[in-house]
């Protein structure tokens, strides 16, 4: 069955340090995979994604992402981390021809402290 | 996202009575989904429609639970008998004919069974 592993469930950085977001998947094929961010009390957005192609994948608000096979990972990283990073994220991922249904990990909450 | 909306925003019942959940998503959609956003079970799928295809109903968690989508477009997602656990936020997304393997959300309803 395939499953997301996210790992913390709160990650606190503090403004300017580097932000890891850990994820890592089950899956007997491989998935896409995709990274959201959800803002207090706004609905979810795509960060960045990966499908096929290039393994390391850029994403908006200078977040990236790089798939490894050999490690069924899928860590969200941004070199400096900003105030209005704070939010929970969440790492998903889905088999395209099992109609694009979503499998979410369960979320990890950055803080940025000043 | 801009290109999906739900109502109502926010909805409280009590336990026992019935709730329809719409979500209006843009003209032109390919695929609808539906998830659950509850404290105690994170994101999950619930039911997703594509074309004139039967829906997949895999993740609805009872038989309480159905959904519709009319005109290939306009979704409603209805629980019947309401129960506590039924609280949640229930999110509705969409992926475009232009990227068919991203989902865009819509905003959300936020019930709560009293």
């Known amino acids: 069955a395939q499953s997301v592993t996210q790992l913390g469930s709160h990650v606190s950085v503090s403004e300017g340090a580097l932000v890891l977001l850990r994820c890592n998947y089950s899956s007997s094929v491989p998935p896409y995979l995709f990274w959201y961010v959800q803002y207090p009390n706004q609905g979810l957005q795509l960060l960045l994604k990966y499908t096929t192609g290039a393994t390391l994948v850029k994403g908006i608000n200078g977040f990236e992402a790089e798939f490894k096979k050999s490690e069924t990972s899928f860590h969200l990283t941004k070199p400096s981390a900003h105030m209005s990073d704070a939010a929970e994220y969440f790492c998903?991922?889905?088999?395209?021809?099992?109609?694009?249904?979503?499998?979410f990990g369960q979320g990890t909450e950055l803080s940025v402290k000043p | 996202g801009a290109g999906v909306s739900q109502s109502p925003s926010n909805k409280v019942t009590e336990k026992g009575k019935d709730v329809e959940l719409r979500c209006d998503p843009i003209?032109?959609?390919?695929?609808l989904y539906w998830y659950r956003q509850s404290l105690g079970q994170g994101l999950e799928f619930l039911i997703y429609f594509q074309g004139n295809s039967a829906p997949d109903k895999s993740g609805l968690p009872s038989d309480r639970f159905s959904a519709e989508r009319t005109g290939g477009s306009v979704s409603t997602l209805t629980i019947q008998r309401t129960q506590q656990e039924d609280s949640a936020v229930y999110l509705c997304?969409?992926?475009?004919?232009?990227?068919?393997?991203?989902?865009?959300f819509g905003p959300g309803t936020r019930l709560t069974v009293l």
């Open positions: 998903a991922a889905c088999i395209y021809n099992q109609g694009g249904k979503l499998i």
């Open positions: 997304a969409v992926t475009s004919g232009a990227s068919y393997n991203e989902q865009f």
């Open positions: 003209s032109g959609h390919t695929a």
